[in-house]
C-alpha cells in the first residue's frame, strides 16, 4: 500500500515515507529528537557533483524548549553545531570553560546572500500615513545607531535597499546614480505616470538615516519636525496637531517578541515630536489576523530576500494585492509605476535586464518612504566542536544546509 493512502493525515505521523535523497529517517524519540543515517544505497552517491558530500552517518536533531536551555545543551556538549539569531547572546553567552579550553569554536562566516526586507512597515492605507514627508518624518526618528552600540553589540548593518547586500539593489553601484537603462525606463514612467512617480527616484538613492557626526538626532528630529509641519502637524499645546487640533496618534502592533524593547527606543525619540504612540502587543493569531484585515497602523515585519526575485513581489508591492486581504502587501501599496516596473522583472530576460529591473523598483520604493528600515547581518554566526572541518564556504547559502551537506568530522589522534 502506497505511503498514507487511505489514512487520515493525524495518523500517518509515524509511517515512515519514501524518500529518494542521502539520508533516511532513523529514530525517533517524539518531542525529544529525530535521527536521519545515510542512505548506502543514495542513488546519486557516485556523482561528480555528490562528491565530498554528506559525510556524516548519522545526523540527529534535538528539540529543547527554549533558547537557554539549547544553548547550555550545546555547552555541556549535547550536540555538535548551533547557529544563533540574538546579538546578545552571540555577545555574551557564548563564554565558557568549553570555548577557553579550544573544545567549542565560535565563528561568524561572511556570505553573500541578500538581506532580507526588514523594517517598521507603515499601513499607507490611513489617512495620517498617506502622506510621503510624513511617512519620511517617521524614518528619521530611528536612531540606528545607538540600537546598534547599546542593544546590538555593534553586530548589525544598517538597511539600505530593498535587496541589501545584493547587486540588484540601487546602492549597491558607485555614486548609487542610475545608469541610462535604468534613467531611460524611470524617465518613460514619470512620463507616463506623473502623479504616482517620486521624482527624487531620478538622483542619488537614499542614503540611510544616520546619527553619525555630522549628523545626529537632534538635527534628525528638527528636519522631521519641518517635514511635519509642511504636512500641516505643528507641535502646540504638548502634542503634535493638525490644523484642527487633532493629536498625531497611532498604534504600532507586535506579537511580544524579541522587538518590543527596540520598539520602545524608538517610541521614545518619536515622542520628542510630540507623537503619542501606543505599543499594542498581541498573541500571534490575533496579530495574524489583523495583519491579514490591514487593522493596524504601524508593524514590524521582515520577508526573505531572493537572489533572484520574480512573482513574489506582485503579492508583497502590487496594486492588486493590496486589496486582497491575506496579501503580503501589508504596506498597501497601490502604484501603476511599481505595477510597471515589477512587470519588467518578472519579464527579464537574462541577469542585466533584472538588475536594471530590480534597481529601479529600489528607487521607486526607497524614495517612497513605505519603511523604516532596520538592519542586517552579513555573517552567519555559528559555534561548533572543534573536531569539525569544513570548506572555504561559497558565496550564497544557509549556515544549517552548508554545514550538513559539506562538513566533516576530522579523526582524532589515538590516545
Known amino acids: 500500500r ?15 515515507p519514501v524518500t529518494s535523497g542521502p539520508y533516511k529517517i532513523g529514530k525517533v524519540d517524539f518531542g525529544r ?101 510624513v511617512r519620511e518624518a517617521l524614518g528619521l526618528a530611528m536612531d540606528f545607531e545607538w540600537m546598534n552600540r547599546q542593544l546590538f553589540y555593534g553586530q548589525y548593518k544598517r538597511i539600505d535597499s530593498y535587496f541589501t547586500n545584493s547587486d540588484l539593489g540601487a546602492s549597491f553601484q558607485p555614486a548609487s546614480l542610475p545608469s541610462i537603462a535604468e534613467k531611460q525606463l524611470l524617465t518613460s514612467l514619470q512620463q507616463a505616470h506623473p502623479k504616482h512617480f517620486p521624482n527624487a527616484a531620478l538622483g542619488p538613492m537614499i542614503q540611510p538615516v544616520t546619527t553619525e557626526e555630522p549628523h545626529s538626532l537632534r538635527k534628525n528630529l528638527k528636519l522631521a519636525r519641518e517635514l511635519l509641519a509642511e504636512a500641516g502637524w505643528v507641535y502646540r499645546d504638548g502634542a503634535l496637531r493638525n490644523r484642527t487640533g487633532q493629536p498625531f496618534k497611532f498604534e504600532i502592533v507586535d506579537d511580544g517578541g524579541a522587538m518590543v524593547r527596540l520598539i520602545a527606543a524608538y517610541v521614545r525619540n518619536l515622542e ?55 496579501s503580503d502587501n ?9 505595477d510597471a516596473l515589477i512587470a519588467e522583472v518578472v519579464k527579464a530576460r537574462n541577469r542585466k535586464e533584472l538588475v536594471t529591473a530590480t534597481r529601479s523598483l529600489d528607487r521607486v520604493l526607497s524614495h517612497s518612504y513605505f519603511i523604516v528600515p532596520h538592519w542586517y547581518s552579513p555573517t552567519h ?9 569544513y570548506p572555504n564556504p561559497p558565496l550564497y547559502y544557509q549556515a544549517e544546509s552548508w554545514i550538513l551537506t559539506t562538513w566533516w568530522r576530522q579523526p582524532q589522534p589515538s590516545q
Not at 554566526?381 to 572541518?389: E, G, N, P, Q, T
Open 2 to 16: 502506497q505511503w498514507g493512502v487511505g489514512k487520515p493525515f493525524d495518523q500517518i505521523v509515524t509511517d515512515i
Open 33 to 133: 529528537d529525530i535521527t536521519y543515517v545515510r542512505n548506502p544505497e543514495y542513488w546519486a552517491r557516485d556523482l561528480p557533483v555528490r562528491r565530498g558530500m554528506f559525510n556524516f552517518d548519522r545526523i540527529t536533531y534535538r528539540l529543547y524548549k527554549d533558547n537557554t536551555a539549547q544553548l547550555e545543551g550545546f555547552k555541556a556538549g549535547e550536540f555538535d553545531f548551533i547557529q544563533a539569531f540574538v546579538a546578545r547572546e552571540w555577545a555574551r553567552s557564548y563564554t565558557g570553560k568549553a570555548f577557553d579550553r579550544g573544545e567549542l569554536v565560535k565563528r561568524e562566516l561572511p556570505h553573500g546572500n541578500a538581506g532580507d526586507f526588514q523594517g517598521f512597515l507603515l499601513n499607507t492605507r490611513n489617512p495620517k500615513l498617506s502622506d510621503v514627508r
Open 272 to 326: 520628542k515630536l510630540g507623537i503619542q504612540v501606543e505599543m499594542r502587543s498581541t498573541d500571534y493569531a490575533l496579530y495574524q489576523k489583523r495583519l491579514e484585515d490591514y487593522d493596524f497602523e504601524m508593524t514590524t515585519m521582515k520577508f526573505p530576500d531572493s537572489q533572484s526575485p520574480g512573482n513574489e513581489l506582485w503579492d508583497r508591492f502590487g496594486s492588486q494585492a493590496a486589496l486582497t486581504k491575506g
Open 381 to 389: 554566526r555559528v559555534s561548533y566542536k572543534s573536531d569539525l572541518a
Open 330 to 338: 501589508i504596506i498597501g501599496v497601490q502604484s501603476p509605476v511599481v
